[in-house]
Structures are given as C-alpha cells and as structure tokens.
C-alpha cells in the first residue's frame, strides 16, 4: 500500500472509529485493535496491548493516546498527527452542535435540567461530608475533632483558600505522625 494512500486509510478508519463508537477509551482501543490488528495487519497483538497499557497509563484520554501510539507506528510524526485529528474531530463536532443546542434551549429545559444536576450533586456531596464528619465525630478523637472544627471556620468564617486548609490539615497530619512515631520510639526503648 503506498504510503499517502495509507495515511488516508488511518485518517477514515480513526475517524470512522470515533465517531461511531460509544462507551469511553476503552471500547474505541477495541475497535482499534480489530482495524489495526486484525484487519489491515499494521500491528501485531502484543503491540497492541503494550499501546493500549501506555495510553492508559500516561495523562490524557486513552482514545487518544492510542490514537498518538497507533499512527506513529504506522507512520511516524504524520501518522500520529493524522490519527489524532481523526480520533478527535467527531467529538469535537458533537461537542460543537450541542453548544449551539445548548444556547438555544438554554433558557428552557436544558437550564432547568442542568439545575437539578448541580442541586443533585451538591445533595451527595454534602450527605459525604456530613457522613465523614459523624465519622470523625464518632471516633472521639480530640485532635481530629479539633482539625475538623477549624477546617470548617476556616472555609466558611475566614473563607481561606481551600487549597491552603487541605495543606494545613497535611500539614498538622505528618507533624502528629512524628509526634506519635517519636513517642512510640521513646515508650520502646525505655
């Protein structure tokens, strides 16, 4: 197969995965497997799953870290390029046209829908913290108690960073593991 010719084929077959395959990165590495493995022969089994275990490993959606492996085997620095404008310009016009949806029923059912979500999800989140603070309340330990009372001043009386009070209760976390590791060390050695 001449090499531009194959490039073609990568772009489609990519594309055509994408845009037709639902249910996350790991269905798209499936279909993936049954072109470039056993349809066109491009890549051996073992290829695949080293690919499909490195685009799942490293940072990014797995679709397109297969898409980045696949097409730089089959054709280098092209092959990669062409394999990821493939895996992400179906989503990129789903995504699209329902922007343009969005904006047109935003005033209606669509707001009213994605205000129920944030009220349902605001309901989890705090039947979480509440079930964590009755935990922590539970336990009777004055030192957690006492971080926790001063976690939830600082959010909502001082209304500090949360990025700060979670380094803070870190913080007090590893210097009370010291504190008790150093007690234990001097309990035992006495």
Known sequence: MKQKHRLLVLFLKTLYISAFTF???????????KCF?????????????????????????????????????????AGMVVAVIGTILPPMA?????????????????AAALEGMRVGVAAVILDVSCGLGVNVLKEKKLYSIAIMVIAFLADFVLDV??????????????????????????????
């Open 23 to 33: 249910g996350g990165g790991f269905v798209i590495v499936t279909f993936m497997k």
């Open 94 to 110: 789903i995504l699209a046209v329902l922007s343009v949806c969005y904006a047109a029923f935003a005033s209606n059912w669509v």
């Open 161 to 190: 960073n949360v990025i700060y009070i979670i380094a803070a209760g870190i913080l007090a976390g590893t210097i009370r593991f010291i504190w008790m590791r150093k007690r234990e060390q001097t309990a035992g050695a006495v």
């Open 37 to 77: 493995v056993d349809e066109l022969h491009w890549i051996d089994e073992q290829e695949m799953l080293d690919f499909t275990a490195l685009a799942q490993s490293c940072p990014g959606a797995i679709a397109v870290n297969g898409a980045i492996l696949v097409g730089w085997k089959v054709y280098g620095f």
